[in-house]
């Protein structure tokens, strides 16, 4: 055993994971399309010890978990430890490099990097795609985030085949995801609690069909670079996804009037200024811009002079998790 660092990236759904088919280990309706972020990572050192701690000790920016707030992650290190056969404790530290409140899902990025970080740190060598399946349980999205640039998470039928499988490596498209920051709010409940509810929405199958028929079109335009034939399939897909959320019982209602702001704005920037940005948003106030690297420069200059903006931050495709030699104790 040896204690293992690991840096994976969030990553930004195209076609989005909303609602399970099996809670229990986070089986999807639908597969979704995604792309790993370079400049949004979760970065987690591991640490196990055979004796000596009576529990798991988990620091996540800096705040040590307790009790409710750690039963998450050590559930999950429960997962690793059955793979293992063994009953060790693990240390654990880990960090963000962009805020949780922002709209980035840190819990993708979170899962991932525990999920290599741990499993290294037993000494064990998994495949990809056994590890895709193990970060799933943690977090759906984390499936997708133990690969490079553009992927596809398979809806699969049960725990080995639902998994994620790379599309294109980061270089086939230079494309961008500008996150925009209009709330910091913590959000009132988290996608766990909301996938469950998506059955309870009139929408949601309409919104699973919409989503199925998507995913050709999605996987068509990244392998074209075609921004102008990506985009239409993205906001509608968003789009259908809160719509879902906002009519399901009891209803999920993520937007601020900033949200509204910016997917207005966007809009008439295309219509008016020919600016090919579209518009996609997770379960939270936060938008996320996607466009091509040469339109970055143009979209910053026309957010900064909208007053809902807090901040921006812009990632590129990104690679998949990667051990770094500084451990984070
Ligand atoms: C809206 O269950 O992966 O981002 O609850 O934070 O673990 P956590 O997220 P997860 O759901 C993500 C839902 C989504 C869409 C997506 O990323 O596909």
């Known amino acids: 055993m040896q204690k293992t660092t690991i840096r994976a990236g969030s990553n930004i759904a195209f076609i989005k994971y909303w609602g399970v088919a099996d809670a229990a280990i986070n089986l999807p309706l639908s597969n979704s399309i995604s792309m790993t972020l370079d400049n949004a990572h979760t970065t987690t050192t591991v640490e196990w010890v055979e004796r000596g701690l009576e529990r798991d000790e988990i620091i996540l920016d800096g705040k040590r978990l307790e009790n409710a707030a750690a039963a998450r992650l050590t559930d999950h290190l429960d997962r690793l430890r059955a793979v293992a056969g ?15 409140a922002s709209g980035i899902a840190s819990s993708a990025s979170g899962f991932a990097a525990l999920t290599v970080a741990g499993v ?42 639902s998994i994620a499988r790379q599309l294109y490596p980061p270089a086939h498209w230079d494309l961008r995801d500008v996150v925009v920051v209009v709330s910091s709010a913590p959000k009132h409940v988290s996608s766990a609690g909301g996938h469950t509810l998506a059955a309870t929405s009139p929408l949601n199958q309409g919104r699973v069909t919409s989503a199925e028929a ?67 948003i997770d379960a939270g106030p936060n938008v996320h811009l996607i ?30 998790p990667y051990a770094v030699d500084e451990h984070l104790f």
Not at 125 to 132: C, F, G, V, W
Not at 309 to 320: D, F, L, N, Y
Request: some cysteine.
């Open 291 to 320: 466009c091509e690297a040469d339109t970055v420069t143009p979209l910053l200059e026309r957010l900064s002079a909208l007053a809902c903006v807090k901040r921006t931050i812009v990632s590129g495709p990104g690679p998949a």
């Open 86 to 100: 063994a009953d060790y404790r693990a240390r654990v530290m880990s960090v963000n490099n962009f805020p949780m």
């Open 214 to 280: 998507g995913l050709s079109q999605v996987r068509a335009a990244i392998r074209t670079r075609d921004i102008d034939r990506l985009g239409p399939v993205i906001e509608q897909d968003a789009l259908a996804m809160h719509s879902v959320m906002m009519t399901s019982t009891p209803s999920l209602l993520y937007w601020q009037p900033g949200t509204l702001e910016v997917l207005q704005a966007v809009r008439a920037w295309r219509e008016f200024d020919r600016l090919p940005a579209y518009f996609t």
């Open 120 to 161: 290294r740190a037993l000494g064990l060598e998994l495949d990809a795609t056994r590890l895709s399946a193990l970060a799933r349980r943690g977090s759906g999205s984390a499936s997708r985030s133990l690969f490079a640039g553009f992927v596809e998470w398979e809806r699969g039928a049960d725990d080995a085949t």
